[in-house]
């Protein structure tokens, strides 16, 4: 038995099944909005790169008014020294522990305050919240610092745990509320179903809400890190009398000063200050995929 031969249809060719790819074609406003947005990056990015190269640069070109942008030497051991002779390796371990500390304590109570303030509703929550507010206008690290050093001091927390919990005191107060409104975004069926199984408040904070809270969490941490890292005035009131309590930042600051030399190792001090830019850019590389989705549903939602 013989098998029927398939025929093509009349007028109908193999090549015509093949749909055909036109060229996308470039818009010239496109064009220039990408020029635009090259150049100011560019120029944003300019003092970055006037940094890195002068950290490398003898000091000489660098006091040097026609010294160039690109070193005439290459002098790595700025990094060595900063690293070594100016003690940055304990500041860079002191920094991590304030900004670890900061960012734990940040994210647990941050995040649970943000999520009863938004599934419950609590007797006086207005007047808490209006005070929440009001706190924003009141520099916590500026006005209130030496209130806040003697305090710390009467409790035996002139340390580095002391410089943590300022600095919390001056960063929180943001992320509950961002909190509070990616929460009021979220579904309750599944909070409702937890509480069913006879979960209580906290069991279905932590086993239902706070997984999904990644996203603005991964905002919150960002943040927090950049803002305790970053932090200039706490730990320098701190560390006045005990030096060893100094962070990467004030150590950078204090670096200007070298009575040995007679002037002010400016490639030393950029040396320290790109290393200390070295967490901050890893963290956001990290987290950068939540970072704009948590940023603005906690902003938008609710």
């Known amino acids: ?85 100016a003690s940055f390796s304990r500041y860079f371990v002191n920094s991590l522990i304030v900004t670890a500390l900061v960012v734990l304590l940040d994210t647990l109570a941050s995040s649970m305050t943000g999520y009863v303030l938004a599934r419950r509703r609590l007797r006086g929550q207005r007047f808490l919240e209006g005070l929440y507010v009001g706190t924003l206008f009141v520099g916590l690290t500026t006005a209130t610092l030496y209130p806040q050093y003697v305090i710390a001091e009467a409790l035996g927390l002139d340390n580095l745990l002391g410089i943590a919990l300022v600095q919390l005191a001056g960063i929180m107060l ?5 909190i509070k409104a990616f929460v009021l975004g979220l579904g309750t069926e599944m909070e409702d179903a937890a509480r069913v199984d006879g979960c209580g408040l906290f069991g279905t ?72 830019l070295v967490p901050i850019v890893v963290i956001f590389i990290v987290l950068q995929r939540h970072f704009v989705r948590g940023w603005t549903d906690g902003s938008v939602k609710g």
């Open 1 to 85: 038995m013989s098998t029927p031969a398939i025929t093509e249809p009349v007028g109908k060719t193999v090549a015509q099944d093949v749909p055909v790819r036109r060229g996308r074609r470039v818009r010239p406003l496109t064009v220039l909005l990408h020029v635009i947005l090259i150049a100011a990056s560019l120029i944003m990015l300019s003092p970055l790169i006037f940094g890195l190269f002068a950290s490398v640069s003898p000091l000489d070109q660098i006091l040097s008014r026609n010294g160039g942008i690109l070193p005439r030497v290459w002098e790595w051991g700025t990094y060595l020294q900063a690293w070594t002779t």
């Open 174 to 178: 943001v992320h509950i509320f961002l």
């Open 205 to 276: 904070y932590w086993r239902i809400a706070f997984p999904m809270m990644r996203p603005i969490l991964a905002t919150t941490v960002i943040l927090g890190f950049q803002a305790s890292w970053n932090n200039y005035q706490v730990p320098l009131v701190f560390s006045l009398a005990a030096p060893d309590l100094r962070t990467l930042v004030v150590g950078v600051s204090a670096l200007q000063y070298d009575a040995a030399e007679g002037m002010t190792p400016y490639n030393t001090v950029l040396a320290g200050a790109n290393m200390a």
